[in-house]
């Protein structure tokens, strides 16, 4: 019986059309004349549509996953940058080193 429990509730034809067009933004009463769907029903499926798209929006504001990647992306882009410039240092030094040895040959 888990899971069966919205199976005896029938919507009426259209209705999965008529939340699409109201996603789409089209107006209750467009609806209402494209699907022959009466007036109250439509204005509830609105009423769903946006509260969905309100909680999808507060679900998205509200998510923090990324934000660890973000920090972490920025820490190895600063290491990355710290490495290069004493690498470059250390380049420098070691070719100073490399002359004074060829020099001597």
Known sequence: MIGRRHESRRWPNGTGRAVQMLDAGISVDRVCRRTGLRKPFVAALRHRVLLRAECNLVRLLDDRRGAAAIEYGLIVALIAVA???VLGGVGTSL??????VAGSL
């Open 95 to 100: 070719s100073g080193a490399f002359n004074c």
């Open 83 to 85: 490495i290069v410039t």
